[in-house]
């Protein structure tokens, strides 16, 4: 008694769900081979009676080659159905198995934020979002304050367009080039000291 309360205690055996599927498609696999082997000997056995009824040959052979027919269709429905079930064994293993991949990648997961939680501070997180958000806007300043035209030049493009066409076509008005001689500087003498520069005497011939 004490042995079966004790065994109620034990951990449960580890199931390894890999290899369970795996013999499944093993025995799935002989099932296979055997059903086709049924389907051929059911095949057989029913040449075998329309032959004997073809031949009129004795009731018995043909209740024997009927009886077989029955046999083997029997045991092929049977394999059939065996089939049937392993293949919705395989299938419910592998649910089982894509469900406690799920649970244990949900059981990381939570493990791996709850340890991150634990190791950030979430002022810290705010303060340094702050800090770079106010690097981008001074750095967004001061980008927009060298990409600034520093010469402080504005051109008119329709000026521009107006003065290009003139330009081109020559109709351009040139100031005036004065033709009278300049004033004489006679009243002042070459040796007059009171001329910071002395006065070179200009032949104007």
Sequence with gaps: MWARVRDCFKPPASVDIE????????????LQ???????????????????????????RAQIYYLKKKKLLEHHLNS?????????????????IKMTALHFETIKQTTFALKTYMKQTDVDKVEEMSDNLAEYIADSTDIQNILSQDVTGLEFD???????????????ISLPIVPTHRPSQLSDVEEDDTTVSTPLIPIDLG
């Design 19 to 30: 290899e369970s599927i795996f013999k499944i498609k093993e025995v799935t696999s002989l």
């Design 33 to 59: 081979q055997q059903i086709s082997k049924y389907d051929s000997e059911v095949n057989m056995a029913m040449r075998q009676l329309r032959l004997a009824i073809k031949n009129k040959e004795s009731k």
């Design 79 to 95: 394999a059939s159905k065996r089939l049937l079930a392993l293949n919705h064994q395989q299938l419910n293993l592998e649910s």
């Design 157 to 171: 493009p329709d000026e521009l367009e107006a003065e290009l066409h003139q330009l081109e076509t020559g109709d």
